[in-house]
């Protein structure tokens, strides 16, 4: 579970009213957590400083510049997780992994709704180290 790579994005956010923020990632290629015996998965994970989680527009966007980024990774092996820090979570840390997945015209999109990992130790720790 190493990382593969450091950088960070350029983007204008529309929740907050188009400002200019270096959203910086990290990307690492490792089985799903808690599964035995599964194929690597690329998860790229972003501290939420920006209010990603409950602004879905600037997500969108943020998903976007990423696909345009990595065009060669499969969507059905592609997490986003979405991570800050949440004392009344059990680990410290709230997490929400996002999807992506293929629409009816095969274009990659962003799932419909995020799943709170923030129990599993498995991706507490992947975002924290």
């Known amino acids: 579970?190493?990382?593969?790579?450091?950088?960070?994005?350029?983007?204008?956010?529309?929740?907050?009213?188009?400002?200019?923020?270096?959203?910086?990632?990290?990307?690492?290629?490792?089985?799903?957590?808690?599964?035995?015996?599964?194929?690597?998965?690329?998860?790229?994970?972003?501290?939420?400083?920006?209010?990603f989680d409950a602004n879905e527009a600037s997500l969108v966007v943020f998903t976007k510049i990423l696909l345009l980024r990595f065009p060669h990774l499969p969507p059905n092996r592609v997490h986003i997780l979405i991570h800050c820090r949440d004392m009344s979570k059990s680990l410290g840390t709230k997490v929400l992994r996002y999807d992506l997945m293929r629409d009816e015209e095969r274009q990659v999109k962003l799932g419909k709704k995020p799943e709170d990992v923030s129990e599993k130790s498995g991706y507490v720790s992947m975002c924290t180290f």
């Open 1 to 51: 579970m190493s990382t593969l790579l450091k950088d960070f994005v350029l983007m204008a956010l529309p929740h907050r009213e188009w400002s200019c923020e270096a959203i910086h990632f990290r990307v690492k290629l490792c089985p799903e957590p808690g599964k035995l015996g599964n194929k690597n998965h690329t998860y790229i994970i972003v501290e939420d400083l920006y209010g």
